[in-house]
């Protein structure tokens, strides 16, 4: 086999034992018929049953596995597979049957016209307890990110290389991937798949997930708007809150010049409050800047450069 294939196929398990090898059979029958090089990557996201062993009892080397040494979520999963991947399209896919691996070829059609496509399950075989909660979260995060896709949880994706790595994924952030890569410049597309309901295992998420991806959503939001200028968000609230603290207290000097006691006026206090709290903002703000420049990311991405012409992008 060629030292790097054309795909890599990264699939995410958490105790999945009953799903690995028909998956894997299925995988194979779909990849041999494309007639495209290439690998097949487990991340193993610390499974406390068999799912290692069955990966392991696989005899093809085009199937590689990663094993985690605890549980560390889908996120890291993913990252782990992103890192790895060696092929110039990345596709992810859910390990438990529930994604058919059958859809690759639609995915790499419409691949060809967009920096990286999102499955969108159109109909969810999952429990109302899921379904319903994903629709607001969904339009949520529609709304907010400005990306205008229906499904942004759909563990079924295709990525052109580039894409994956230049993605910063951690926590709970796979949800996320097509607002990053949005932000980032790259066109996001999005094909209906089907989805099947779950058959072997259970799912890993529970209602929590709600109130994770709520709050994920506004890290999101915020590390796209604020990473580069802390001091803009911050020292804009420390300035309103301290300017209106300076007025009051000016307005209450006024008073005392002319003779009046302002000693016991509540409003003294919201004045003093509001500056010291002004103040912290944009120190806050400073220190956000601080880190910022000491960190010295580039955050822009280059599509051509004649210094580098063989940078593959
Ligand atoms: N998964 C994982 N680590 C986790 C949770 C889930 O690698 O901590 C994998 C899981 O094995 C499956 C995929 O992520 O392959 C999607 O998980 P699940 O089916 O539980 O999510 P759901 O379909 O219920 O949203
Ligand atoms: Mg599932």
């Known amino acids: 086999m060629s030292n790097k294939p054309h795909l890599s ?30 690998e097949l990557i487990f991340v193993d996201d610390g499974s406390t049953d068999n799912t290692f062993e069955k990966i392991k009892s696989i005899k093809d080397s085009k199937v590689k596995v990663v094993r985690f040494q605890r549980n560390y979520g889908k996120a890291a999963a993913l990252s782990c597979g992103f890192k790895k991947a060696k092929g110039d ?35 969810r075989h999952d429990p109302i307890s899921k379904t319903v909660p994903s629709r607001f979260f969904n339009w949520l995060t529609r709304l907010i ?104 207290s000016l307005y209450l000097m006024t008073l005392w010049v002319t003779g009046i006691k302002i000693g016991d006026r509540p409003l003294l206090m919201l004045g003093i409050l509001l500056i010291v709290i002004g103040a912290q903002f944009i120190s806050l703000g400073l220190i956000g800047e601080l880190i910022t420049n000491s960190r010295n990311n580039d955050d822009y991405i280059i599509k051509y450069d004649s210094y580098e012409l063989e940078n593959g992008r």
């Not at 998956?23 to 029958?29: G, Q, V």
């Not at 399209?89 to 790499?108: A, C, H, M, S, Y």
């Not at 990110?145 to 951690?170: E, P, Q, R």
């Open 89 to 123: 399209i990345v596709i992810t896919l859910d390990g438990d049957l529930q994604d058919d691996p059958k859809e690759i070829p639609r995915f790499l059609e419409e691949l060809k016209k967009y920096d990286m496509v999102s499955g969108w399950k159109s109909k």
């Open 145 to 248: 990110t400005g990306v205008k896709i229906n499904d942004f949880n759909c563990g079924y994706k295709a990525y052109n290389k580039y894409v994956v790595k230049n993605i910063n994924l951690y926590g709970e952030l796979h949800r996320y991937i097509p607002a990053l890569a949005y932000w980032k410049g790259y066109t996001v597309g999005e094909i209906e798949v089907e989805h099947h309901p779950r058959i072997h295992g259970e799912s890993k998420y529970g209602a929590e997930r709600l109130l994770k991806g709520f709050l994920d959503l506004i890290t999101v939001t915020f590390l796209m708007m604020y990473k580069k200028r802390p001091l803009h968000v911050f020292g804009g609230i420390g300035i309103l809150l301290g300017l209106s603290g300076v007025i009051i």
């Open 9 to 38: 196929i990264i699939v995410p398990v958490h105790n999945e034992e009953e799903n690995i090898l028909e998956l894997y059979e299925k995988l194979y029958n779909t990849l041999s018929i494309i007639e495209k090089t290439y």
